[in-house]
C-alpha cells in the first residue's frame, strides 16, 4: 500500500499540511520478561511506523483522523481531558492532555495518522503513536521537552490516561532508536548504552502469528508474582531487590531454596536471560552475528521450556527458522502467547523464506502467518518520506 500523507491529508482537511513526522515500532531483540526482574533488555527501533502529519487550525479544536480506523475524532481543545469512544484515538488525545496540564498552550491542531505496524501484534503500535504525537507537537510548537521527557510523558499516558500498566521499554526504544543500534537498557534505572548492530548479509525478518494475545496479561501478572515467590525465598539466605542481581553461578549456590519446581524454573530463566543479554551485547560488540543468533534461539528455548509464556504458534515459527538454511537465529520478541517472533534472515532469501514459512504455519495451525522485512531504523524524525 503506497501512501502520499501529503496528498491524504489536503484531501481529508482542503489545506496543506504543514509537517509530517514519522515514528518507528520496536522489536525486542533478546531480554524477555526480565525488565520487572531488575534486568536488562535490548530493543531497536525498526523501520515500520507511524507517520503523522499536522497543521494548525483556528478553530481551537483538535482533529484525530486516520487512514487506519473508520472512525474520526473531534475534540474541543478546553474538555481534552475526556476519553473518546474510539479507542485510538485516546492515545493522542492523552498526550495532549498532558501537554495542557504541563502548562503549554496549544489552541488547536489537525492530525492524519497513518501506520504500517500491525495492531496488537507486539511491535509497539501504541507507543509509536504517543511518540508520534509528542514528538511532533513538541517539535512544530518547540515546546521545550527533551527526548526522556517525551518518554516519561508517553509512558503516563499509558498508565494514567489509558490504564495500562506497562513499563517504559517500549516508549523509550521508539525515542531513542538509531540505526543500525540496538539499546542495552536497564528499565529501572533508565541507565542506557547504545550497542552496533552490523546486520550485514542479514535482515530483520517480522513474523506475526495473527494469533490474539488473549492469555498474556493473566500469565504476565502470575509469573510477575512467581518471580516475587522465588525472590522471598532467596531473601532468606541472601539479600536482593531483584533477580537479576544474581549471576548465574551465585543463584547455584542459593537455588536449594526454591523447591518447587516451577518457580526454580522461572527464577532459572530471569537469571539466566539477564545474562544472554551482556552476552548478546558482547557478540553484537565483536560482529560475531552467529553468535547472537545462538543466544537468540536459546532465549526462546528458555521462554519455551522454562517460563512457559511461548505457544504453538510461535514455537512453530522458530522450529521452521530452526530448520531453514538461511536463517542464523529466531526468537518470541514479547509477552508471548501470541504476537510476534523475529528472525536473522539472510537477504536475497525473502520470498522463499515467506512461501516456505506460511506453507508450513497453515499446515500446522490453519491459517497464515503474516512476515514483515525490515532493517533497524532510526527514532522519531521529520520526514518528507511519506510513501508507504
Excluded at 513499563?167 to 533508565?190: H, P, R, S, W, Y
Excluded at 492469555?215 to 504476565?220: E, F, G, I, N, R
Excluded at 543466544?295 to 528458555?302: C, N, P, Q, R
Amino acid at each position: 500500500m503506497n501512501i502520499n500523507l501529503e496528498e491524504k491529508f489536503a484531501e481529508q482537511y482542503h489545506k496543506k499540511a504543514d509537517a509530517v513526522y514519522f515514528t518507528p515500532g520496536r522489536v525486542n531483540l533478546i531480554g524477555e520478561h526480565i525488565d520487572y526482574n531488575g534486568g536488562l533488555v535490548m530493543p531497536c527501533a525498526i523501520t515500520l511506523g507511524t507517520w503523522v502529519a499536522i497543521a494548525p487550525n483556528n478553530d481551537h479544536k483538535f482533529r484525530f483522523k486516520s487512514l487506519n480506523f473508520e472512525i474520526q475524532t473531534l475534540v474541543e481543545s478546553n474538555i481534552v481531558n475526556d476519553k473518546d469512544g474510539s479507542l485510538w484515538a485516546n492515545y493522542p488525545i492523552g498526550v495532549i492532555n498532558e501537554f495542557i496540564k504541563d502548562g503549554k498552550e496549544i489552541n488547536g491542531v489537525d492530525f492524519l495518522f497513518y501506520g504500517n505496524i500491525p495492531i496488537g501484534s507486539g511491535l509497539s503500535s501504541s507507543a509509536s503513536i504517543e511518540i508520534a504525537t509528542a514528538y511532533a507537537l513538541n517539535s512544530y510548537f518547540d515546546l521545550g521537552y527533551d527526548q526522556l521527557e517525551l518518554v516519561k510523558i508517553a509512558k503516563r499516558v499509558e498508565n494514567d490516561f489509558i490504564g495500562l500498566n506497562s513499563g517504559i521499554m517500549d516508549q523509550f526504544a521508539v525515542a531513542f532508536g538509531e540505526k543500525n543500534k540496538a539499546i542495552v537498557l536497564d528499565c529501572e534505572t533508565l541507565k542506557y548504552k547504545m550497542v552496533d548492530v552490523d546486520l550485514g548479509k542479514y535482515v530483520l525478518a517480522i513474523i506475526n502469528t495473527n494469533k490474539p494475545r488473549e492469555l498474556a496479561d493473566s500469565k504476565y501478572n502470575e509469573r510477575v508474582a512467581e518471580c516475587q515467590t522465588a525472590l522471598k525465598l532467596l531473601n532468606q539466605e541472601i539479600t536482593l531487590h531483584y533477580l537479576c542481581e544474581l549471576t548465574a553461578e551465585k543463584f547455584a549456590l542459593h537455588s536449594h531454596l526454591i523447591t518447587d519446581e516451577t518457580i526454580l524454573n522461572r527464577a532459572t530463566h530471569v537469571v539466566k536471560e539477564n545474562d544472554r543479554v551482556h552476552l548478546a551485547a558482547k557478540a553484537l560488540n565483536g560482529g560475531n552475528l552467529e553468535e547472537f543468533g545462538r543466544l537468540m534461539y536459546a532465549s526462546h528455548e528458555s521462554l519455551r521450556t522454562l517460563y512457559e509464556v511461548s505457544g504453538k504458534e510461535l514455537d512453530t515459527v522458530v522450529d521452521f527458522c530452526t530448520d531453514y538454511d538461511h536463517v542464523i537465529g529466531a526468537r518470541m520478541t514479547g509477552a508471548g502467547f501470541g504476537g510476534c517472533a523475529i528472525a536473522l534472515l539472510e537477504k536475497g532469501f525473502e520470498e522463499d523464506f515467506a512461501k516456505q514459512l506460511t506453507n508450513d504455519y497453515v499446515d500446522k495451525i490453519g491459517y497464515p502467518a503474516t512476515i514483515y522485512i525490515s532493517e533497524i531504523g532510526n527514532g522519531p524524525h521529520l520526514t518528507t518520506d511519506t510513501y508507504r
